[in-house]
């Protein structure tokens, strides 16, 4: 069974930092791309950041280009999204997410698994 479990959500001030981690069991993890989406109230879910199997390709949202990086260790099965400059519209549920292709694409129905999400909050 595969499954994806996320840490680190939180409530920062705006301008402020956050590290979010994804860590999966359940397949082989090196195989896929990874992606993290979110979704905040009343909004639909929107990419925010994928990176391919082996890390060499990254991909952002417009959104947060320059303020996100996303990052992963094959070797502990776990991707990061460590998100600096942090806004009040970045507040959201944020999520992980499985390909089984090897490179990311921005498009939720290319994952085939999903964590449970993780609550971020940026106060003004």
């Known amino acids: 069974q595969v499954q994806l479990v996320e840490y680190g959500g939180g409530l920062v001030q705006a301008g402020g930092s956050l590290r979010l981690s994804c860590t999966t069991s359940?397949?082989?993890?090196?195989?896929?791309?990874m992606g993290w989406f979110r979704q905040a109230p009343g909004k639909e879910r929107e990419f925010v950041a994928g990176i391919s199997w082996n890390g060499g390709s990254r991909y952002y949202a417009d959104s947060v280009k320059g303020r996100f990086t996303i990052s992963r260790d094959n070797a502990k099965n776990t991707v990061y999204l460590q998100m600096n400059s942090l806004k009040p519209e970045d507040t959201a549920i944020y999520y992980c997410?499985?390909?089984?292709?090897?490179?990311?694409?921005?498009?939720?129905?290319?994952?085939?698994?999903w964590g449970q999400g993780t609550q971020v909050t940026v106060s003004s």
């Open positions: 359940g397949r082989t993890f090196s195989n896929g791309a």
């Open positions: 997410a499985q390909s089984p292709v090897p490179f990311a694409p921005s498009r939720g129905a290319a994952y085939d698994y």
